[in-house]
């Protein structure tokens, strides 16, 4: 056993219940019922950095929820580390699909995760991995070896779009001057295939609002003359594919990034099983553009998903009515090179475009984001590698991710630096659903692994 883990098997237990007291407070951060949870949660995460070891620690005051920032500057000369995390987590609903209360943490063992893994919600995204930094700070502050400057920030709001961040990083780009960013925020393929996250998609998110008449119908005395939202709504949004599932709104395409075959066949030898895939899922097939794998579909690939659609009556029994209004939640995820405030208005302009007269149509966009694609030849990547290599005895795959964290596009662009996004979590973890859970094995072995990347990243920097 080295250094670190000794440290952490000696540790272990106050590690797991430090992480399961932070996971008992709801900081939802879309909810505003929630507001003095979230608030708490940020003094919380700023006493662990005290106790971590940082020097400095502050709580960023936004238009917002506060930013939570610490430091440890120990040698000018020396590479700086900017950390990121969140500490606000999605809304669990629907809880009654939660088999334990989702902030009420238990460790239960899991196929995937046989040690046991944390039951909470936000046990893995992102409490439970931005907390990982925090014990491998105190590790090496501990046992004095912290090999280069550190700087956390750790913030409230990236799961409704990270709007104050964006505001925070613009104005203070001396305080937060880097060298290289890491993030704990993502998966990797498997324990026992490690990987590191080399992209993430963007996003464009809209709410589309559509009113027929002045007020709800009856649909006898009405129905057939007159234009039902709800009709409509579903028409429009089932045109927006054609029948290769490729997304119909003009110039949508334009400047997707196109991967060479080389590079789709690099792509293709990760390892995937279509069957457990579609058995995880209990589906029978898989769906998606035509021409393009699995993996190329959720990754490479733009998309075009309904995530909410409502309107009309929902109560028990039924209602003979024509509704007035009819309401959809809409998300596009998307791939370097497609600008989000472009996508969002060519959406706007080519939804509205369809819509047929006799119907009013409203489209507001919410948030947004930029893609992110960091190189694998930096030396952030190479000491992300070693460290994997060294704490998992297997090198690391580079892999694209499907999710979106808009901002590690804004801080390459305000704060000149490239992120190294090392998850540690699963697609199995079951985030932003029900029982989302985060294994143990996983949290220990993100700690064990981060002070390499400090020591690595240190060595290649001279
Ligand atoms: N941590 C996730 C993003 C993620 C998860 C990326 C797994 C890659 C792998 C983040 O908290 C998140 O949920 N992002 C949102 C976007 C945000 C603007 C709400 C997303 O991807 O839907
Ligand atoms: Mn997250
Ligand atoms: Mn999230």
Redesign the pocket.
């Known amino acids: 056993m080295n250094q670190i883990q000794s440290y952490i098997s000696e540790h272990k237990s106050r590690f797991l219940n430090e992480l399961i007291e932070l996971l008992k407070t709801p900081s939802i951060s879309a909810d505003s019922a929630f507001k003095n949870d979230v608030l708490k949660t940020a003094e919380t995460v700023k006493t662990s950095l005290e106790n971590a070891g940082c020097s400095k620690v502050e709580i960023c005051e936004t238009a917002g929820y506060p930013i939570v920032y610490g430091e440890k500057i120990i040698d000018k000369n020396l590479p700086t580390i900017l950390v990121y995390g969140?500490y606000d987590v999605q809304p669990p609903d629907p809880i009654e699909l939660w088999d334990s209360p989702p902030f009420e943490p238990v460790i239960k063992p899991t196929d995937k995760h046989p040690d046991g893994a944390i039951f909470a919600r936000g046990a893995c995204?992102?409490k439970g991995q931005m907390y990982m930094h925090v014990k491998a700070m105190e590790f090496m502050t501990a046992t004095n070896q912290l090999p280069c400057n550190v700087k956390f920030m750790i913030e409230g709001e990236?799961?409704v779009?990270s709007a104050n961040l964006a505001t925070f990083v613009k104005n203070n780009h001396d305080k937060l001057k880097n060298d290289v960013i890491l993030i704990s925020?993502?998966?990797m393929i498997a324990n026992d295939v490690p990987s590191i996250?080399t992209g993430?998609r963007g996003?464009s998110y809209v709410e589309v609002e559509l009113t027929g008449p002045n007020r709800d119908l009856h649909s006898g005395l009405y129905g057939g003359a007159v234009a039902n939202p709800i009709n409509v709504l579903t028409k429009m949004i089932a045109s927006l594919h054609d029948e290769n599932n490729r997304i119909t709104i003009p110039g949508f395409y334009d400047k997707v990034e196109e991967l060479s075959q080389a590079e789709r066949k690099e792509m293709a030898k990760a390892p995937f099983s279509l069957e457990s895939y579609q058995k995880a899922l209990d589906i029978e097939a898989v769906y998606g553009e035509k021409g393009y794998s699995t993996n190329e579909r959720n990754s490479i690939r733009p998309t075009l998903d309904v995530n909410g659609i409502w309107g009309g009556y929902i109560g028990e029994g039924a209602k003979t009515v024509i509704p007035s209004k009819a309401y959809a939640k809409i998300s596009m995820r998307l791939v370097p090179h497609q600008d989000w405030e472009e996508i969002t208005q060519r959406f706007k302009t080519h939804f509205e475009s369809i819509a047929p007269k006799g119907v009013n149509i409203k489209v507001n966009p919410h948030?947004g984001?930029q893609g992110y694609v960091t190189p694998i030849d930096s030396i952030g990547y190479q000491a992300a590698s070693k460290a994997y290599k060294e704490a998992f005895g297997k090198t690391p795959i580079p892999q694209r991710?499907g999710?979106?964290?808009?901002i590690v596009a804004l801080f390459e662009k305000e704060l000149k630096s490239k992120t190294i996004l090392m998850?540690f979590g699963l697609d199995s973890d079951a985030?932003?659903s029900p029982n989302e859970n985060f294994g143990v094995w996983n949290y220990l072995k993100g700690i064990e692994t981060i002070p390499l990347f400090y020591k690595y990243y240190a060595e290649l920097f001279k």
């Not at 999710?403 to 808009?406: A, K, L, N």
């Open positions: 969140h995204d992102d990236e799961e779009g925020d993502t998966g996250t993430l996003l948030h984001g991710s999710g979106s964290i808009p998850g985030i932003h």
